[in-house]
C-alpha cells in the first residue's frame, strides 16, 4: 500500500502482472523439463530443489504487492458516481465467484493438462491479463474522481465519433 503513492497504480499493477506471467511459466517449464529429464510421467512427483519454492515465493510476492490489492483501490475509482455502489459490489461479487470456480475445478485442470500445463496455462491468461491492462487501464493516482470519469467519457466519445452513423433512407413500393 505505501508503494501506490511512490509509483502510482498502473506500473505497479503492471510489474505484479509481469512478476505473476513469468513466475507461472516458469513454475510450469521447470515441472515439465524435469518430469521429462527424470523419466518420470508428467505429473509425478520430482526431486526436491529449491527452485520450485523460490518461484513460488516470488509468485506470491509479486501477487501480493500488485494485482491483489490494486482491483480493490480501483473499484472506487473506475464506475460513475451514479451507479459506483451497484457496480462495485457486482465486481466484488464477480470476482470472489471466479476465484471459488479457479479453485473448485483445479483438480479437474490438472487431470486435463497435468500440473505444468496449469501453471503454463495461469501464466498465459496472467500474460493476456497484461496485455489487457497495458492497453485499458489508465493511471488514476493523483487524479480526482471527475478527473478519471472525464478520461473514460472521452475515450467513449472518440471512439463514437470514428463510428459514422449510418442514415436510413425512405423507400417508396
Request: charge should be neutral; hydrophobic fraction near 50%.
Amino acid at each position: 500500500m505505501f508503494t501506490v503513492a511512490w509509483c502510482g497504480k498502473r506500473p505497479l499493477a503492471l510489474t505484479s502482472i509481469a512478476g505473476v506471467a513469468v513466475s507461472c511459466l516458469a513454475l510450469g517449464s521447470y515441472h515439465l523439463f524435469m518430469s521429462s529429464s527424470t523419466g518420470a510421467e508428467v505429473g509425478a512427483e520430482l526431486e526436491s530443489h529449491w527452485l520450485p519454492l523460490v518461484l513460488f515465493i516470488v509468485l506470491f510476492s509479486f501477487h501480493s504487492f500488485g494485482i491483489g490489492p490494486v482491483p480493490w483501490m480501483l473499484l472506487s475509482e473506475v464506475f460513475p458516481y451514479q451507479g459506483r455502489g451497484p457496480a462495485t459490489g457486482i465486481a466484488a461479487a464477480v470476482s470472489y465467484i471466479l476465484g471459488f470456480f479457479a479453485a473448485k475445478t483445479f483438480l479437474d485442470i490438472q487431470h486435463l493438462v497435468n500440473l505444468s500445463g496449469v501453471f503454463i496455462v495461469n501464466g498465459m491468461v496472467a500474460v493476456a491479463g497484461f496485455l489487457f491492462m497495458w492497453f485499458y487501464l489508465p493511471e488514476t493516482e493523483g487524479r480526482t474522481l471527475q478527473d478519471i470519469e472525464s478520461l473514460y467519457i472521452k475515450k467513449k466519445k472518440t471512439n463514437a465519433d470514428v463510428q459514422p452513423n449510418p442514415t436510413i433512407e425512405k423507400t417508396s413500393l
